[in-house]
């Protein structure tokens, strides 16, 4: 299987090799659209390119190949809860999460885990608790943080935002 050249691909079949059920997303174009060419498409970006969404998440490296060589500019979803075995925090800076995120780690102190930077904010990668039905919700935890679990995703590195950022692993900037 041929990865070379293709950053997203190559971190597809990463995330997958871990056990992370990946899809492919739209991603925006150099004008700042989608590339679903919606006029008014809300989640530039951030929306799934297959027909059951986070369903047809997979670790399949033949399909996540197919995928990737359809959409060789694909940004990547990473299912969460049970799927993947993951729950992500996802603080929304432009919704007021930097804020409510501060506030929180001045009573809970500071939380290291794998963490992404995304566009506007950040992901805080955590295990998915076993035998817990923890959903995903938006501003689960307080304004601008959303709960990604049970029927959901986030958009992971080295994926484009429509602002231009390329998503980042916060390790690989130190």
């Known amino acids: 299987m041929d990865t070379e050249g293709n950053p997203l691909l190559i971190a597809a079949l990463a995330y997958a090799s871990k056990g992370w059920k990946v899809l492919p997303l739209?991603?925006?174009?150099?004008?700042?659209?989608?590339?679903?060419?919606?006029?008014?498409?809300?989640?530039?970006?951030?929306?799934?390119?297959?027909s059951y969404g986070f369903k047809d998440a997979t670790t399949d490296p033949v399909k996540i190949?197919?995928?990737?060589?359809?959409?060789?500019?694909?940004?990547?979803?990473?299912?969460?809860?049970?799927?993947?075995?993951?729950?992500?925090?996802?603080?929304?800076?432009?919704?007021g999460g930097f804020v409510t995120w501060n506030e929180l780690k001045s009573t809970l102190g500071d939380m290291k885990t794998l963490t992404s930077n995304t566009g506007d904010g950040f992901h805080l990668f955590f295990v998915c608790p076993e035998g817990i039905d923890l959903k995903?919700?938006?501003?689960?935890?307080?304004?601008?943080?959303d709960i990604k679990a049970e029927g959901g995703y986030v958009v992971a590195p080295p994926s484009l935002h429509e602002t231009g950022v390329r998503y980042t692993w916060e390790a690989d900037e130190e």
């Open 65 to 95: 190949q197919e995928w990737w060589s359809s959409w060789p500019n694909a940004n990547i979803g990473v299912a969460t809860g049970s799927l993947s075995g993951i729950v992500v925090v996802d603080v929304d800076g432009d919704n």
């Open 26 to 50: 739209y991603e925006p174009l150099p004008d700042g659209c989608c590339s679903c060419l919606k006029s008014e498409c809300k989640h530039v970006g951030k929306h799934p390119r297959t």
């Open 136 to 145: 995903s919700a938006s501003n689960a935890i307080g304004n601008g943080i």
